[in-house]
C-alpha cells in the first residue's frame, strides 16, 4: 500500500480537500470541497483517516453527494455519524446507496468501499447561511449525477462531469452522448470556477467544459464514421485512444477505452 497524501487549501471562501493515492502503479487523486460549513463530496474511506483529521478543523453542519461512487461517498455515513449531521442525496444517489451494490476487486482495493448512505433528499438547491447553490441533475459519468451553482460568486462544484480536457477510458454504465447533453446544459449558465472531483480547481470552468465537449464530439463522430466503415469498437479504441494495460487488466475490462466508443456509437 502506497501512502496517501492529502492537503486542505483555502481560496475566497472555498477550502479544498485534495487528496492522492498510488496504486497499480498509477497515482489516484480525489477532492472534496467545504464551502460556509456544506462538504461536497466525502472523498473514498481509504483516505478516511486522513480526510477526518481535515473535517475535524472545519467544523461541517451538512454534506451533499455528486453522485454515488465510492470515492465521493466513501466516508459519508462515517462524517455524518461523526458530526451528528445530514447527508443530502439525489433521489437516484440515495437509491443507489441505501443498499449498495458490492464493487469489484480494483475499486475496493484503490478507494475502499462506501457502505450505506441514509440521507434526505436534495430538491432543487442547498442553502448554507451566506450562499445558495443550485442542483443540476447532470447524467453521464453515472446515472444519479448532480453538480452545484453557486450563481452569486460564479461557482461550479462539478463531481466527476468536467475529469480533463480529455477522456481517454470509460466506466462500464458511463454514456457520453448524456455527458455532451450535460456539459451543454451546464455551459448554458454563467460560472467561472470550476471544483472538479478530480482534478482540483480550474480557474476558467466554461473553457475547458467546452475543451472536453469538443474532444468528446469528435470523439463520437469519428467513431461513427470508422463503424460505418466496417472497424470494430475495439478496433476504434485502439485506433482512437490511448491505452492503460494495467487499469484494463486489473478492472477485468470495467474501465475501458471501448465503453466510450462503445457508448457513441450505440446511441447513433
Ligand atoms: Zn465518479
Wanted: glycine share 8%; aromatic share 8%.
Amino acid at each position: 500500500m502506497g501512502e496517501i497524501l492529502t492537503t486542505c487549501e483555502q481560496s475566497g471562501g472555498v477550502h479544498a480537500i485534495l487528496g492522492r493515492l498510488n496504486r497499480f502503479r498509477s497515482p489516484f487523486t480525489f477532492c472534496a470541497y467545504f464551502v460556509d460549513g456544506l462538504l461536497i463530496d466525502t472523498g473514498p474511506s481509504r483516505a478516511r483517516e486522513q480526510i477526518t483529521r481535515i473535517t475535524d478543523t472545519l467544523d461541517p453542519k451538512m454534506i451533499v453527494l455528486t453522485h454515488f461512487h465510492e470515492d465521493h461517498a466513501g466516508n459519508a455515513s462515517w462524517l455524518a455519524e461523526r458530526y451528528q449531521i445530514p447527508v443530502f442525496l439525489s433521489k437516484k444517489t440515495g437509491d443507489e446507496l441505501r443498499k449498495p451494490q458490492r464493487i469489484p476487486f480494483y475499486r475496493r482495493h484503490v478507494w475502499g468501499e462506501s457502505g450505506p448512505v441514509h440521507g434526505l433528499e436534495l430538491c432543487d438547491h442547498i442553502s448554507t447561511p451566506n450562499h445558495i447553490l443550485e442542483v443540476v441533475h447532470t447524467p453521464g459519468h453515472s446515472h444519479d449525477h448532480v453538480v452545484l451553482l453557486e450563481k452569486q460568486q460564479g461557482w461550479l462544484f462539478a463531481g466527476d462531469l468536467f475529469l480533463g480536457k480529455r477522456l481517454h477510458y470509460g466506466m462500464a454504465g458511463e454514456s457520453v452522448p448524456l455527458l455532451i447533453a450535460s456539459i451543454n446544459k451546464v455551459l448554458s449558465h454563467s460560472f467561472d470556477t470550476l471544483y472538479c472531483g478530480h482534478a482540483g480547481i480550474i480557474q476558467n470552468g466554461p473553457e475547458a467544459l467546452r475543451s472536453k465537449k469538443d474532444f468528446l464530439e469528435q470523439l463520437v463522430e469519428t467513431s461513427r464514421k470508422l463503424f460505418e466503415q466496417g472497424y470494430s469498437e475495439r478496433q476504434i479504441a485502439r485506433k482512437l485512444l490511448p491505452r492503460n494495460i494495467m487499469l484494463e487488466i486489473m478492472s477485468r475490462g470495467e474501465m475501458s477505452p471501448t465503453h466510450l466508443i462503445r457508448s457513441g456509437i450505440q446511441s447513433g
